[in-house]
């Protein structure tokens, strides 16, 4: 069972960066793939990135470049670096663990999730 927390949500001007964290519950954190998606209204949630116990990543390609996922598994924490940052990034973004070793970008393939936090990219 793991528990996650996100937290480093808020409102940024177009350019700007935000980080945010996720932080986790369980002693098997460091084996579990940890993902990030997003939920802009009326849209459906959609794959961010993901990073793998052997800290492989993997990025959707509207955020390539300009994203970074990494992990402190010392910590039990996943951060998302969002840099250059757009309005159509606006959002929730849920944080999510798989306990497989492999990545995955679809939603149905994590079995837990944060609560989600806000970020807001203003013009």
């Known amino acids: 069972q793991v528990q996650l927390v996100e937290s480093g949500g808020g409102l940024v001007q177009a350019g700007g960066s935000l980080r945010l964290s996720c932080a986790g519950s369980g002693r098997t954190f460091s084996r579990y793939t940890m993902g990030w998606f997003r939920q802009a209204p009326g849209k459906e949630r959609e794959f961010v990135g993901f990073i793998t116990w052997s800290t492989i990543t993997y990025y959707a390609s509207s955020v390539k470049g300009r994203f970074t996922v990494s992990r402190d598994n010392a910590k039990n924490t996943v951060f998302l670096q969002m840099n250059s940052l757009k309005p159509e990034d606006t959002a929730v973004y849920y944080c999510?663990?798989?306990?497989?070793?492999?990545?995955?970008?679809?939603?149905?393939?994590?079995?837990?999730w944060g609560q989600g936090t806000q970020v807001t990219v203003s013009p």
């Open positions: 999510a663990a798989r306990s497989d070793l492999v990545g995955a970008t679809t939603s149905a393939q994590y079995g837990y």
